[in-house]
């Protein structure tokens, strides 16, 4: 089955939608409230598109490609309602971007800039909601929110813990915890998915607020250091600090796809603890005192040596770590095998 | 792990992460999912609100999956070989197996037979507390679904019989055909982010690399060709077994990477004895651990994020972590600190970077043989894996089990090693809980998960706790024949009457000062899900 996209004749399997089509042929359309893992609702229509003998623009995102579809998506009438879309968006609320953390990063500042939005046509909102930061993890700004739905959508169908909804009508709709409860208040177990997926800054978090821009950070991929499941995530960096964990919004590998738990996005600030150890220590008179490297190796080896040289080598054991990674476990039994003599070599595995 | 082995010839999780999103019919016992693996949990549930699947719920605890339950069996904690036993009852009497398969892919179906014979559903409720007419709703449930997979963790496996467990869960996969397939198979969970690598890796006395044997010399061969030596063929000591050893004088030398006995072994106060008694303790870590408080040295690690290597995780996926900053101090990797030791113990090994290690662990690991660090610089792959065109395994013991065929063990129920008595009568279970890790060396120094569990915490039903004139937020003692610790009251409802449960995270009131050192005879793991205390409240 074929579709025409912009004059370009388009494959596509039952089921696709619109934008499915287009996106995977190199067209783009775009979205704001849609999320490639997350139901389409067509809520925002930033993705209008005009089909030939369609009675009116139709959203993409939303809309299943029909044989023989003839579509174009960037008409005038496309652009002007996109236009108007987006300024409706940016009078809700105050999208103040100088000190917004998702700056650079941010689906609705894209919008405005390359539809050329200097200023909208329609006042902003005058009421002015205290950000919500009273938890250690997220911060709530609700002023920037454009009630895309993603977290809601998010935190039911794809964390499935059902603590998100909506409230409210017109100008009072919102979206948060029921009874408008604050996140610490409620259900919510800070998986961070909403974080993860909210386009625009209403959403961020709160230890790296102030820390980085997007633009000034590195991001380095990594396995997360807690449970078994191997969660893929960014470490993201600035001057030998890890600032925040995050995830890709859109196309992150298996395992995990991007979602993450508490302790995956929320959790890694014990690495620059400042109870790190920062020497070798070894006992005298009873106390741990700093030593150098080289002291320490020494006073192991020779240890170790005397120990092997009177008692034999099953004198001798290891405890390796369930932390460490296979290098270092591989490494620590080929020690305890081929340089001690022993069997004498076990994990956590049991614990 | 050994009783996985036994069943089909390889203890890891059968099927994949992924491939859990596929299943019908879920049998989740033992393992707290959406706490402790947050992630996989993810995958189950939006297979039961957006495909219809069904969950089949065995935990002592009315944990959050239950909400999602189609059927809840709340088994007395001890009570796991009688009531998949009594579902095997239910399946054969009912005619639910699956009788080709047990007819090609597996051996000693009779044996199996006989045994479950007599574990009816009614007997089974005498000794589990699991209605007969749950426990048939369940078999045929588990039985008939087109893709059933069981998922476990370690509620399965830390019990005197926890090898017995496992197996019985194998058994039950066996006869009704629901493995190698996708959306079946028996998958144990992994609680740490590299329990499957360091086993893979041989952190095992009685293995050697890819669970090659110490004590057969054509599998010690390959090594000491490799290694340039001669190896030992004398199986070693688990974690048990070295602290009594320590305990008892024979074990003079302790060196402990990245571990802390301290908090995450049964009965601490033995533990502490014991590590005392060493000649030598050597203590690795990124902290100064309770283990590392009894060290003579102690030699400071570069941590996650500050030095390259992989994991494997869960699914057997091999997967990179990256440096991102540089470790503080004096601190070095861990790799590089046993180079050290080993030359200057005579070794002469030349590793540059933990990329020349894998390519030895490549060389001599044949599940591991075609995964590089290039393959998998975006996306991990699982092992086996054995060359390096090989797309990797999602699915173990699809044509075939790794031992051949499956085999079916015979088990039968017996008490745990410790129950409650007049003296001692609450049951206790341990476990995890979401905020928090393990010993907690990480997570309680980080900021947002200590806001949400800040003290420890006893889960005790509000009809025990009501008897006792204890309310929530009391402060409690809670002891057993090997010491007391002391807690905040819970009182969550989600222990039954009779059962409390303590998470171990906690160093002040280290729950393992209470549980029972007895042990499962094979895998030698600790029985921490039961032992018998008694509660009073702190004046």
């Known amino acids: 089955m074929v579709i025409t996209i912009d004059g370009k004749k388009c494959e596509f399997t039952a089921g696709q939608t619109v934008y499915e089509v287009a996106k995977a042929n190199g067209i783009s359309i775009p979205v704001l409230c849609h999320h490639e893992q997350i139901k389409p609702v067509g809520a925002c229509r930033v993705c209008v598109v005009e089909v030939e003998k369609a009675r009116s623009l139709v959203a993409s995102c939303a809309m299943p ?39 650079g990063d941010c689906v609705l500042q894209d919008l405005a800039y390359s539809l050329g939005i200097d200023s909208p046509r329609f006042d902003e909102s005058e009421t002015y909601r ?88 590195r991001q380095v991929r990594t396995t997360c250091a807690y449970c078994g499941v191997g969660c893929q995530m960014d470490m993201n960096v600035k001057e ?43 006992r005298v008179d009873g106390e741990l005192r700093e030593a150098t490297w080289d002291e320490a190796i020494a006073y192991v080896a020779e240890k170790l040596g005397s120990i092997r040289k009177a008692h034999g080598p099953d004198a001798l054991a290891g405890l390796s770590s369930a932390r460490c990674t296979n290098e270092e476990n591989y490494l620590f039994q080929k020690f305890f095998r081929a340089v001690m003599g022993t069997n004498n070599v076990d994990h956590c595995a049991r614990l | 792990m050994a009783g996985l082995a036994t069943a089909f010839g390889s203890g890891a999780m059968t099927n994949s992460i ?45 944990i959050e999956l239950g909400k999602f339950a189609t059927i809840w069996l709340r088994q007395r904690p001890g009570t796991d070989v009688a009531w998949i036993n009594g579902m095997m009852n239910v399946i054969i009497d009912e005619g639910l197996l699956n009788e080709t398969f047990v007819a090609e892919r597996t051996e000693n179906f009779q044996a199996l037979k006989a045994t479950v014979e007599k574990y009816t559903p009614e007997y089974v409720e005498k000794i589990s507390g699991i209605p007969a007419d749950n426990l048939k709703k369940a078999a045929r449930l588990y039985a008939k679904s087109g893709a059933s997979a069981i998922v476990y963790a370690m509620g399965i496996t830390q019990h005197i019989n926890g090898t017995d467990n496992v197996k019985s ?59 340039g030596v001669s190896l030992p063929d004398k199986v070693g000591l688990t974690i048990p077994k070295i602290i009594d050893a320590a305990a008892g004088g024979a074990l003079k030398a302790l060196y402990v990477m990245g571990e802390n006995p301290m908090m995450s072994d049964p009965d601490v106060r033995h533990v502490e004895k014991a590590l005392k008694n060493l000649d030598l303790l050597i203590v690795q870590d990124i902290f100064l651990t309770e283990t590392g408080n009894l060290a003579h040295v102690v030699l400071p690690t570069a941590g996650w994020g500050e030095k390259e290597g992989t994991y494997t995780n869960t699914e057997r996926r091999v997967q990179r972590i990256r440096k991102a900053v540089d470790a503080p101090g004096d601190a070095r990797p861990d790799w590089e ?145 090997r010491g007391s610790i002391e807690v905040y009251a819970e009182l969550n409802g989600r222990c039954d009457k009779g059962v409390v449960f303590i998470p171990f995270h906690y160093s002040e009131a280290a729950v393992n000062r209470l549980t029972n050192a007895a042990i499962d005879p094979v895998a030698n793991i600790p029985e921490y899900k039961v032992s018998a205390v008694k509660i009073r409240k702190v004046a």
């Open chain 1, 240 to 282: 030998n600090r890890i600032v925040k964990i995050t995830t890709p919004r859109e196309g992150a590998p298996a395992p995990n796809f991007g979602s993450l738990c508490i302790k995956g996005r929320f959790g890694h600030d014990f690495v620059g603890h400042e109870d790190r150890l920062t020497q070798p220590m070894i």
């Open chain 2, 337 to 481: 600190i046993i180079t050290l030791l080993a030359n200057r113990l005579g070794a002469n090994w030349q590793y540059a970077s933990a990329q020349d290690i894998y390519e030895e662990v490549r060389k001599v690991t044949v599940s591991y043989t075609g995964i590089t660090y290039d393959r998998i610089e975006k996306q991990g792959i699982q092992w086996p894996c054995p060359n390096t065109e090989h797309p990797g395994t999602p699915i173990l013991h699809s044509a075939a089990f790794t031992r051949g065929k499956g085999l079916f063990s015979v088990c039968e129920h017996i008490d745990p090693a410790e129950l409650p008595d007049n003296e001692y009568p609450l049951l206790l279970t341990t476990g995890r809980i979401l905020y928090q890790y393990h010993t907690a060396t990480m997570s309680r120094r980080s900021k947002g998960l200590v806001s949400r569990t800040p003290q420890a915490f006893v889960e005790i039903h509000p009809d025990d706790a009501g008897k006792l004139g204890i309310a929530h937020g009391d402060k409690i003692e809670v002891s057993s024949r």
């Open chain 2, 169 to 227: 869960l194998a058994n039950l996969a066996m006869l009704t055909g629901q493995i190698g397939r996708p959306g079946t198979g028996v998958n144990p969970l992994r609680g740490q982010n590299n329990v499957q690598g360091a086993c893979d890796m041989a952190c095992l006395p009685g293995n050697l690399p890819a669970y090659k044997k110490v004590t057969e010399a054509a599998d010690r061969k390959p090594f000491e060709d490799a290694w």
């Open chain 1, 65 to 103: 490609a029909e044989n023989g579809m003839v579509v174009h998506t960037s008409t005038p009438r496309v652009l002007s309602s996109r236009k108007l879309s987006v300024e409706l968006l940016m009078t809700q609320g105050h999208h103040k971007c100088i000190t917004c953390e998702s700056s």
């Open chain 1, 130 to 217: 205290e950000l919500e930061q009273t938890n250690e993890m997220i911060v709530r700004d609700m002023n920037k929110c454009v009630l895309c739905g993603l977290c809601v959508r998010a935190c039911n169908e794809v964390q499935v813990n059902q603590v998100l909804d909506y409230s409210g009508r017109g100008p009072t709709a919102a979206v948060g915890p029921a009874f408008g409860l604050t996140y610490e208040n409620s259900d919510c177990v800070f998986c961070g998915e909403c974080v993860r997926v909210c386009p625009v800054g209403a959403l961020f978090e709160k230890q790296g607020r102030f820390q980085g821009r997007v633009s000034d950070l």
């Open chain 2, 18 to 62: 992924t491939d859990l999103g596929e299943s019908d019919c879920y049998l989740i016992t033992g393992t707290n999912t959406t706490e402790n693996h947050p992630v996989i949990a993810t995958f189950i549930k939006r297979a039961l609100t957006q495909r219809d699947a069904k969950l089949i719920l065995a935990d002592p605890r009315n």
